[in-house]
T-cell receptor, first 111, second 116 residues
Framework: RKEVEQDPGPFNVPEGATVAFNCTYSNSASQSFFWYRQDCRKEPKLLMSVYSSGNEDGRFTAQLNRASQYISLLIRDSKLSDSATYLCVVTLNTGGFKTIFGAGTRLFVKA | DGGITQSPKYLFRKEGQNVTLSCEQNLNHDAMYWYRQDPGQGLRLIYYSQIVNDFQKGDIAEGYSVSREKKESFPLTVTSAQKNPTAFYLC???????????????FGPGTRLTVL
């Protein structure tokens, strides 16, 4: 089983749609959680951190469920510019600090 | 401006040649990382360094070498022993090294290496 698993997609949605991405992680000792965005042929960029209480940044909402080892990202009112790959990232510190990247979920927003 | 720079952006190499990719950061970050990304694939960790003069192998270190003589610099050499070197190489840094912490990694713009 992969340490961090994401649905690879692609997700094809019309502008204005709401889309949700899911991510599961295997190690219950995982410490911190993030969502990154990667545009085609560019570097990944931090989108937002994910907290147990849930957090929101404009149209983006991230949730963490530690009991189920599950992370989600919700994008409301999708824009064409949201088209990208979204990476789920988990860190853990068990005998050494480690950052684990999911393979990413591809999103295409259509006009 | 603070940030991470990588050079060159594009690099072409003949088979059998070693090549060195540059990564510099002026963020005063302790930890630095090298990843490889192949088309449609996730990131794979090559090497990382949590403190100056120390580095560790990642998941796919064979055919690569690194050095960390200065805090701000972490060059990666792709040697002729690397069987499939054509890929997108990403360097990242993180504020906390050995201390762990909850901060995350920030990436440079990447170097696209093509072996001819």
């Amino acid at each position: 089983r992969k340490e961090v698993e994401q649905d690879p997609g692609p997700f094809n949605v019309p502008e204005g749609a709401t889309v949700a991405f899911n991510c599961t992680y295997s190690n219950s000792a995982s410490q911190s959680f993030f969502w990154y965005r990667q545009d085609c042929r560019k570097e990944p960029k931090l989108l937002m951190s994910v907290y147990s209480s849930g957090n929101e940044d404009g149209r983006f909402t991230a949730q963490l469920n530690r009991a189920s080892q599950y992370i989600s990202l919700l994008i409301r009112d999708s824009k064409l510019s949201d088209s990208a790959t979204y990476l789920c990232v988990v860190t853990l510190n068990t005998g050494g600090f480690k950052t684990i990247f999911g393979a990413g979920t591809r999103l295409f927003v259509k006009a | 401006d603070g940030g991470i720079t990588q050079s060159p952006k594009y690099l072409f190499r003949k088979e059998g040649q070693n090549v060195t990719l540059s990564c510099e950061q002026n963020l005063n970050h302790d930890a630095m990382y090298w990843y490889r990304q192949d088309p449609g694939q996730g990131l794979r960790l090559i090497y990382y360094s949590q403190i100056v003069n120390d580095f560790q192998k990642g998941d796919i270190a064979e055919g690569y070498s690194v050095s960390r003589e200065k805090k701000e610099s972490f060059p990666l050499t792709v040697t002729s022993a690397q069987k499939n070197p054509t890929a997108f190489y990403l360097c990242a840094s993180r504020r906390s090294g050995l201390a762990g912490g909850e901060d995350t990694q920030y990436f440079g713009p990447g170097t696209r290496l093509t072996v001819l």
